[in-house]
């Protein structure tokens, strides 16, 4: 919940979010007893709060790419234990509204949430057809807002549309 720009009577400070329900409940029917500094949080403690987040979920996604890759490698190494931990963290994720999403192998379109750092030609693609191809970041979402547009490669066809 956003809170108005308001004066602690030394600087200017803005209060983005309460550290409670309780507390932003109670400022709705006293606004000028609760806006406090101990009551709030800063600018930059959300700021920090997300990019905290976000480097935690790309983390996580690429601890999980590891196990996959050294679980075919190795088929007969039991990663069991490794791969239930890291369920559990997606879980953590989703319950507090997190979303890590990859598109690998999904066709590209203009307009989805990434941020392309490549495109590659392909023959063996349609025309007028774009697929990504390889994930370095996945995109973070936050309550079905994006928090943090992924980083991909994008393979576009070399062929020409039929007119």
């Not at 600018?43 to 050294?70: H, Y």
């Not at 392909?122 to 970041?137: F, N, Q, Y």
Request: charged share 30%; net charge negative.
């Amino acid at each position: 919940m956003l809170v108005p720009k308001m004066n602690d009577g030394k600087d200017d400070v803005v209060f983005y979010g309460f550290k409670n329900n309780a507390l932003f409940k109670a400022c709705l029917a006293k606004p000028c007893e609760l806006l406090q500094p101990e009551n709030a949080f800063l600018a930059n403690d959300i700021t920090v709060g997300f990019k905290l987040m976000t480097s935690f979920c790309i983390e996580s996604w690429r601890m999980e790419k590891r196990l996959k890759k050294l679980q075919e490698e190795n088929p007969t190494l039991d990663l069991s234990a490794f791969f239930d931990q890291v369920q559990r963290i997606k879980d953590i994720f989703i319950r507090e509204g997190i979303v890590v999403k990859d598109y690998l192998e999904e066709d590209y379109r203009e307009g989805i949430s990434l941020k392309v750092l490549h495109f590659e030609d392909d023959p063996t693609l349609p025309p007028g057809m774009a697929r990504i191809v390889e994930t370095v970041r996945p995109t973070i979402f936050y309550n079905d807002k994006v928090i943090f547009h992924g980083e991909v490669v994008v393979a576009k066809s070399t062929q020409n549309k039929k007119g």
